[in-house]
């Protein structure tokens, strides 16, 4: 009885865990498009269009070219995968 109160725990914190590192990397990339995005042009450029994750990281990466000290390509990919997840098409 109590190993299946310690399982339960052990269950509840790892999802906790889990549910907070995954909403903190995509919080990353929306703080680093809201920041990085709006330098040239607004940040609409962006919100009315729906692409690919293909697509996403193609603009983001050409945007980086660019400018290439804004952000790096590791930043390019988070920025790509938040702006997939919110505007995303198949
Ligand atoms: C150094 C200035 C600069 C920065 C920084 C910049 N852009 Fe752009 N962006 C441009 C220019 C210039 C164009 C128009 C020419 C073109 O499409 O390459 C453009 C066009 C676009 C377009 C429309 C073209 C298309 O293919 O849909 C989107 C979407 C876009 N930018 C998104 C972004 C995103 C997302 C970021 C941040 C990761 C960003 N931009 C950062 C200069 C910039």
């Known amino acids: 009885m109590k190993n299946l ?49 293909d697509s996403w990281k193609k603009v983001v990466e050409r945007m980086r070219r660019k400018k290439p000290k804004l952000y790096t390509k590791d930043e390019g990919d988070e920025i790509a995968k938040y702006l997939y997840s919110v505007r995303g098409k198949n």
């Open 5 to 53: 109160f310690f399982g339960i725990i052990c269950f509840i914190t790892l999802c906790t865990l889990l549910t907070n590192t995954s909403s903190a990397r995509s919080n990353q990339g929306k703080t680093l498009f809201k920041k990085n995005c709006i330098r040239c042009h607004s940040l609409s450029k962006s919100m009315n269009k729906w692409k690919t994750m």
